[in-house]
């Protein structure tokens, strides 16, 4: 079976300045986002209400500093609250890994929230805008935890012919979960939504859209990866993971039935 490479976290060391894999998988999501994104101002009802590339550039910045803080927050409260309570300055070594998707999503709502306020843009058309730049991001997040070797799955049969054996955890055979959600809550959703949002679509559909395919994705990929904790609900055990995707599972419905039933489509500019 396959045993994980256990590469070294550490790309290039220069000294005492060191690149760490983990960052370079960001900076990747970053110029996918940009790189994306030129594709997508060229759809007719993306141009067609003036968006322009400057945009994408300035909301990034809003986005980075969105997902940076509440990534690592996130992380912080939601996963590991107890260990950061007593390793405090451990909560800004975010090169180490350990960024929270879901505190992260929450960072950059805020974050642009206040960027659409700034440019006098509708907050819904900034999010149905850069919802389908999101996923290839994400994806990239979660090959740079593969590379770090961390957030292993659960046993897997011996006979599955890509199960993987964890060194850095026992010699066990694994399911290679980050890669599972790489693909499917990043390059899967990626596609469905990049299909979805060619035509134009009411007001918060694309973005209520992202979130309910997300939400969808990490709930079906958890089952595959070791459970930050759990709990019991009726007797099944849900975890972390899971417990935090279903309120987007929850409200990526109800945005999209609101968008459908009370939404019109965006005026263009």
Known sequence: MLIHPM??????QIGPL?????????????ILFLAVGR??????????AGWRYEHLEDMLFYGVLGVVVGGRLGEVLFYHPEYYSEHLLEIFAVWKGGMSFHGGFLGVLLALAIWS?????????????IAPLVPLGYACGRIGNFINAELWGRVADPSLPWAMIWPNVDQLPRHPSPIYQALVDGVLAFILLWIYARKQRPRLAVGAMYVLLYGCARFFTEYFRVPDWTVDVVGVQISAGQVLSV???????????FSYHFEKKPVTA
Do not use: C, E, T
């Not at 060191?18 to 999501?29: D, N, P, S, T, V």
């Not at 594709?39 to 067609?48: T, V």
């Not at 306020?117 to 805008?129: E, I």
């Open 117 to 129: 306020k700034k440019s006098g843009r509708n907050v819904l058309d900034v999010y149905d805008l």
């Open 39 to 48: 594709i997508r101002l060229k759809q007719a009802h993306i141009a067609a």
């Open 247 to 257: 309120p987007m599972i929850i409200f990526g419905i109800g945005a999209l039935y």
């Open 7 to 12: 590469p070294d976290p550490i790309a290039l």
């Open 18 to 30: 060191a690149i760490h894999w983990y960052g370079l998988m960001y900076m990747l999501a970053f």
